[in-house]
């Protein structure tokens, strides 16, 4: 697929990854504004309570364990060892448990994720037709979400074992990866949200890569936003739908202007 066919000629690709984290805690601001916006919230923060306690109990008790167990033995050494890569392994520790919050979270919530995304195009002068729930509808939207979160993860997967060779390079090789790794699940993190418009507008899921690809820095940011907003008691609650807002925001104000009418409109 050529972009010439997915983009306006001459035009300019703005928007930065400061921006995309920002997007994400600015939403608030947006639901302030907007409080009818409050009801799509209400079974989604339910859930998410529960998906949210569970996967970080899972985490501190299995996971954390066998992470601080990886490095055994006695003498100064393995103690400076120990404290040298302890924030690389909790920084480890946190993608893990979001990584695994998202995936079940997006796939659970994605039908009222979708209705608040709309309702936020509605809101600000996108003509959105409504679309009345039903059962086939959500199980179409939850197998959707579903393929496309898992077509991403294995591209994640693909990416963290090429990039298990810069381990190899010394002194700062791990640091590297740390660096490359996260960068790569915050990207996948903010196409979840992206998703939600894409849909409507019959994207592929190669031209959804090939436009988040080229609005990368935004994508990663709103993932890193989201990574940081599921960290942050109660607001973490939140944290699927104010990602779902702010990706729904910034491809109003910065992608939607980038693509053709035909590709920007809904069909």
């Known amino acids: 697929m050529k972009d010439v066919k997915m983009f306006r000629k001459g035009i300019r690709f703005t928007g930065s990854y400061l921006q995309g984290i920002k997007s994400v805690f600015s939403s608030l601001g947006l ?4 409080r009818g916006l409050i009801a799509y919230f209400i079974v989604p923060f ?3 309570i529960i998906i949210l306690t569970s996967v970080f ?10 992470l601080a167990g990886a490095i055994t033995g006695e003498g100064w050494y393995f103690d400076v060892l120990r404290v040298m890569i302890a924030p690389v392994m909790i920084l480890l520790l946190g993608i893990i448990s979001v990584l695994l919050f998202s995936i079940a979270g997006n796939i659970i919530t994605a039908p009222f994720n979708d209705f608040l995304s709309a309702a936020v195009e509605r809101r600000l002068g996108d003509k959105i037709p409504e679309e009345p729930f039903t059962i086939t509808g959500l199980l179409a939207d ?3 979400i579903t393929k496309n979160i898992f077509r991403m993860l294995g591209l994640l997967l693909g990416a963290n074992i090429l990039l298990l ?8 090789g791990s640091i590297l990866y740390t660096i490359l790794s996260f960068s790569t699940t915050a990207f996948f993190l903010g196409f979840q949200f ?10 592929a899921f190669r031209e959804k890569l090939t436009l988040l690809w080229r609005f990368r820095a935004l994508t990663a940011g709103v993932g890193t936003g989201f990574f940081l907003a599921s960290l942050i008691p109660l607001v973490g609650f939140l944290s699927l739908n104010l990602g779902t807002m702010a990706a729904t925001l910034l491809f109003l104000e910065h992608m ?3 693509l053709t009418e035909e590709k920007g409109e809904i069909r």
């Open 31 to 34: 639901l302030g504004q907007h």
């Open 46 to 48: 339910l859930i998410n």
């Open 57 to 66: 109990y899972f985490s501190y008790t299995i996971v954390e364990p066998r």
């Open 142 to 144: 939850i197998s959707r």
């Open 165 to 172: 060779v810069v381990n190899f390079i010394p002194l700062v």
């Open 194 to 203: 992206f998703d939600f418009p894409l849909e409507r507008r019959r994207f």
């Open 256 to 258: 939607k202007p980038a």
